[in-house]
């Protein structure tokens, strides 16, 4: 089993930057690959950012070069800096714990979340 409890949501206007923060608890934190996902009323959970043990990152066109996700093994610890938001960024930012399977990966556990709001 894998805890993760994430901190750091708020208000910004848009333009600003907030960075969200992960921390996990359980099992070993550097097995996973670790995800930052985000989910609004009325669409689809998207995942923005994901990083591997080593430190590998990728980021769908619609925040990459805004978002940047980063990880400390040490503190067991996922973070989301995220830069020169919009109001469409605005969303339940939940981590998630996962290990690869076939071509994708599977995440089998996920936090509870925080609100990030961006007013316009």
């Known amino acids: 089993q894998v805890q993760l409890v994430e901190s750091g949501g708020g208000l910004v206007q848009a333009g600003g930057s907030l960075r969200v923060s992960c921390v996990a608890s359980g099992r070993t934190f550097s097995d996973f690959v670790m995800g930052w996902f985000r989910q609004a009323p009325g669409k689809q959970r998207e995942l923005v950012a994901d990083i591997t043990s080593g430190g590998i990152t990728n980021y769908p066109d619609s925040v990459k070069g805004r978002f940047t996700i980063s990880r400390d093994n040490a503190k067991n610890m996922v973070f989301l800096q995220m830069n020169s938001l919009k109001p469409e960024d605005t969303g339940n930012y939940f981590c998630?714990?996962?290990?690869?399977?076939?071509?994708?990966?599977?995440?089998?556990?996920r936090g509870q979340g925080t609100q990030v709001t961006v007013s316009s």
């Open positions: 998630a714990a996962g290990l690869p399977w076939r071509n994708t990966i599977r995440y089998n556990y």
